[in-house]
């Protein structure tokens, strides 16, 4: 075992369960459950430091930059779960939001556990996609000293951009080398030292804030609706045109063929409904207020 990592906090070994593996299912099932009810509360108590990494990865988003996240083994596929998933929510290209993990994409099914520990690798990643003061990197490491994670976000920030630092012990190096710290601790895992685990489901948590919230700061949402969501199945269609339906107030009748001329953009749709504006010029409208709705809409007042 590396020298140093006995004393994280995720290698801890939880009291009381010397015995676990003799234990009643049903015990198993409630001590596990007990460990993942710890983990909600832990992030909440990172709260200001993930508003701010918000705002500021919102920052630079808005002027054009991009959202990276980078790691290693479960915390690089969490990164890539996240990053994955922007698109068809929040309308998203894959070269606005995207993840590098440790040994490629292949390591996202078939474990690459080397390359964690080679922090030149990192630099290798982030210099192929040419990482830049435009943008945001989000380092992501349960142990929070991950040499492809911090040496990337080293790296990164070096290079002027914005680096958020995302571990489940405090005082990490990871947490160091960032602009911006977020050090959710859990605790010792349920299995000692499986991170995928409560770590996991914190940095997934935290993943989560930091996308979602960071699309409602562009105006990727309209209140509580993902009205840049991209329309490409029958769920998805049908969805949209609730949304339509909801913000406009008028029936499937007429919702349905607006979002037809939209080519499927609740915007859009949204906009030519309310305005009686034409495809085009909802569409035009929205480029000129970087897809928000309601400036959109503010503009045909």
């Keep these: ?38 983990v909600p509360a832990a992030v909440a108590g990172q709260s ?27 915390a690089g596929r969490i990164g890539m779960l996240d990053a994955s998933e922007c698109g068809p929510t929040f309308g998203t290209t894959p070269s606005e939001v995207f993840a590098l993990i440790a040994g490629g994409p292949s390591a996202f099914t078939v474990a690459v556990e ?21 943008d945001a990197v989000v380092g992501i490491s349960a142990s929070g000293r991950t040499p492809y994670a911090v040496g990337g976000v080293r790296h990164a920030r070096a290079a002027g951009a914005l680096t958020v630092g995302v571990a489940c012990n405090a005082g990490s190096a990871l947490g160091a080398a ?4 977020i050090e959710v601790v859990v605790g010792p895992e349920f299995l000692t030292g499986s991170t995928r685990l409560k770590a996991g489901t914190a940095q997934k948590l935290v993943c989560n804030m930091i996308s979602t919230l960071t699309m409602v700061r562009l105006g990727r949402t309209h209140g ?6 991209v329309a490409s ?14 913000i406009t107030g008028l029936p499937d009748t007429e919702v349905a063929p607006a979002l037809r001329a939209a080519d499927g953009s609740v915007p859009a749709a949204v906009i030519m409904l309310l305005t009686g504006a034409d495809p085009a010029e909802a569409r035009a409208a929205l480029e000129r207020t970087s897809g928000n709705l309601r400036e959109a809409l503010r503009s045909f007042a």
Aim: hydrophobic share 45%; no cysteine; proline share 2%.
């Design 114 to 134: 080397g390359a964690e520990d080679s922090a030149a690798l990192a630099v290798a990643d982030l210099t192929a996609v040419e990482v830049s003061a435009a």
């Design 48 to 74: 200001e430091q993930i508003a701010a990494a918000v705002d500021a990865v919102s920052a630079r988003l808005r002027q054009g930059g991009r959202l990276i996240y980078l790691g290693a083994g479960t």
């Design 178 to 181: 960032a602009d911006l710290a």
């Design 224 to 229: 509580n609706l993902m009205t840049h969501l």
């Design 1 to 38: 075992m590396t020298r140093g990592i006995s004393d994280l906090v995720t290698e801890q070994r939880l009291p009381g369960l010397d015995d676990l593996d003799m234990l009643p299912t049903i015990d198993l099932v409630r001590r596990m459950s007990e460990q993942d009810s710890l």
């Design 233 to 246: 199945n029958e769920k998805l269609w049908a969805r949209a045109q609730d949304m339509v339906s909801s």
